[in-house]
């Protein structure tokens, strides 16, 4: 059994959010192990106190295990933002993925939920699969270039006013793209690109895209990560897109 490492986020210092809609990246938070065994976990916080009270703290855990041609991968994920004693966000996520390889590509099925209070998003919850495809990956697999086709179940429940909720229930196409190469010895991007269609309302769609920008040292990695993420017809009164900025450190022990 062993242990690849064990990774700590504890730099925030450049955080501009907005809101519409919920994808989640599981791109970042599960990249294939090399390992029969792996764990990891990150924390990421942020406390102001005088004219500004603000609490925001951002955990995960990933835990992954690979045999031969398989590879069964969990995490769970926390959010949680306090401004002037308001709870503006107490989210939690969480997925189950499993992986079965094909030489350079892979087919997957998945299972994921999740909540997201400032979307007024009670619950999510998705099932689905498809074929993730090679198209380019080195030896060490430190660069790569994947397609990845499938198809989902989704069920949503929006909290329209204090006394309405929302129900939705849509089958969605899904196509994404991930990627990471090297600009140099220790500088690489990881992109990852997620477009989901409703397969009765060709209208109704999500675009989700994130570039992470990291410079490596020796335990140390200095990142920089944008996000876009577009809903076409949002179901409650919320904006159609949001962006996320942030700025960190990232600790590998």
């Known amino acids: 059994m062993k242990y690849k490492y064990l990774i700590l986020i504890v730099g925030l210092f450049i955080s501009v959010r907005g809101n519409s809609q919920a994808i989640l990246n599981t791109e970042s938070l599960m ?9 990891r976990g ?11 009270d603000l609490i925001q703290l951002n955990s995960s855990i990933l835990i992954g295990k690979k045999v031969d041609r398989h590879l069964i991968r969990g995490f769970a994920n926390y959010e949680y933002l306090n401004q002037d004693n308001s709870v503006l966000s107490s989210d939690i996520s969480g997925q189950l993925r499993y992986n079965y390889a094909i030489k ?5 099925i998945f299972y994921q939920m999740q909540n997201t209070i400032s979307l ?3 619950s999510r919850l998705l099932s689905g699969g498809g074929f993730r495809q090679g198209l380019l990956s080195t030896k060490n697999k430190s660069n790569y270039s994947d397609l990845a086709y499938g198809a989902f179940y989704e069920k949503e429940i929006y909290q329209e006013s204090a006394n309405s909720l929302v129900e939705i229930q849509n089958l969605r196409l899904s196509l994404a793209s991930y990627s990471q190469f090297y ?4 500088t690489r991007v990881l992109t990852v690109v997620y477009y989901q269609l409703n397969t009765k309302n060709t209208n109704d769609y999500r675009v989700y895209f994130e570039p992470r920008f990291y410079h490596d040292f020796n335990k140390i ?12 017809t949002p179901y409650v009164d919320i904006s159609n ?5 942030l700025i960190g450190l990232e600790f590998k022990i």
């Open 241 to 245: 897109f949001d962006t996320d900025l």
């Open 120 to 122: 007024k998003l009670n």
């Open 104 to 108: 350079s590509h892979s087919l997957y």
């Open 31 to 39: 990249k294939e192990i090399d390992s029969s065994i792996y764990y």
């Open 42 to 52: 990150n924390l990421e916080g942020d406390l102001k106190y005088g004219n500004i």
């Open 183 to 186: 600009i140099g010895k220790k």
């Open 221 to 232: 990695s200095f990142y920089l990560k944008g996000m876009y993420r577009h809903h076409s």
